[in-house]
């Protein structure tokens, strides 16, 4: 996989989610990030490490200290933890990279809170994503355009394009939900479903980085809430692809709750009618061991892509489920028709002999992680095979001293 490391996917993909236990530097000593060597050789790299609690939320300056090039960053909080990203230009090959960090601009965080409707702007202006949260019953993200310049996603029934297909309405472009949880349907819009309502809503940065924390409640018809999440969409401002990053946590806080065993879930996208692989023009399903199409449906994977033709171009929209995550590889529910969604639940309908049912007990949570790669061209030429192993072990960190060796 490493023989891949140049890839185009690779170049942009890389993110590095760390847990390193840190210290505070002395005040007389500048903080230095050191990124240790890791073998491969990217560029545009996407940056997610924690730092220590001194910092606080607001703009960053990393300065390399064997070219003095400087990357911008954004210094924000996200459940209880304090974090920086930034997109440098490489990883280290054999010697590690040594970064001075600037002081911390404050920089307010923008409450969204109320505001359901939210642009993502790329670092040139142009729109990228609209986080949609009043419009239905759960959260939604519509547009989401690729590297292209065209929709990934379907538009119904948002909106009605000519060609499209209108079937499931409940799959609104790219969402997070479930179609069992304590017996409550909050997958489909029928009569007597759930509704997810966003409570609390907060951004953090507008450059290379820009980070979306939100809360929400999950409800049942009578308004009784029974789950609680927290979510971070992280939109990278790379150029030849578009990275997304979810992380998802799951509260039990009114009681516990029961994930039934169902097909019907759960981070899903309705790719772009054009895609779909039943029309036989182009769309096409890989997941990682290479199985194709309707065979990928069900199976457990580490990542997922879904090509086909977009504005005349093949394009692609590729899942990939890191370690960390509950119940990891996944299970599947991608189907020639354009749905894509990872279900790590739906055992029984995925032809499973054990239930894949779980109950979540009061005061505890559960962890969901998925990078989501919008790339031009096949699979192969996208080398989706390549971004998965750095996202999934990332290269370490440390913190040290101006002074330290």
Known sequence: MLLHARSAIVRVGLALLLTTALGAAPADEPTVLKVLPTGLDPVETPLLTQLPETFKPGTITLRRLTDDRTFDGVVFNDGGSTFLAVILDRLPKAEPDRYQLSEVTPKPVVDLTGQTTVDVDGPGGKLEARLVADKATKPYIFPLIG?????????????????????????????????????????????????????????????????????????????????????????????????????????????????????????????????????????????????????????????????????????????????????????????????????????????????????????????????MILHEGTTKEADIAAAFKPYAEPPKVEFTTLAAP
């Open 147 to 371: 590297p292209t310049g065209e929709r990934y996603t379907r538009a119904f029934p948002m909106e009605k394009v000519e060609g499209e297909d209108h079937d499931h309405p409940h799959q609104r472009s790219c969402w997070f939900t479930f179609g069992e949880v304590n017996g409550v349907d909050f997958w489909a819009e029928l009569p007597g479903h759930g509704r997810i309502e966003q409570v609390q809503h907060r951004k953090f940065g507008d450059g290379a980085a820009r980070v979306f924390v939100a809360s929400d409640e999950w409800k049942t018809p009578e308004g009784k809430t029974i789950l609680t999440d927290d979510r971070r969409i992280l939109f990278w401002g790379t150029e030849k692809t578009r990275v997304i990053d979810f992380d998802v946590r799951l509260h039990a806080t009114h009681g516990p709750v029961t994930f039934g065993d169902t097909k019907e879930g759960m981070f899903g996208v309705r790719v772009a009618s054009t895609m779909d692989v039943n029309r036989k023009t182009g769309g096409k399903i890989t997941n990682a061991e290479g199985i194709t199409d309707t065979d990928a449906w069900g199976k457990a994977s580490s990542w997922v892509d879904y090509t086909g033709p977009v504005g005349g171009k093949t394009v692609g929209i590729a899942i990939l489920n890191r370690p960390d995550s509950f119940r990891y590889p996944t299970t599947w529910h991608v189907r020639d028709y354009g749905l894509f969604a990872a279900n790590p639940f739906g055992y029984h309908d995925f032809g499973r002999k054990e239930s894949g049912g779980h109950t979540l007990p009061q005061g505890e949570s559960l962890h969901f992680a998925y990078r």
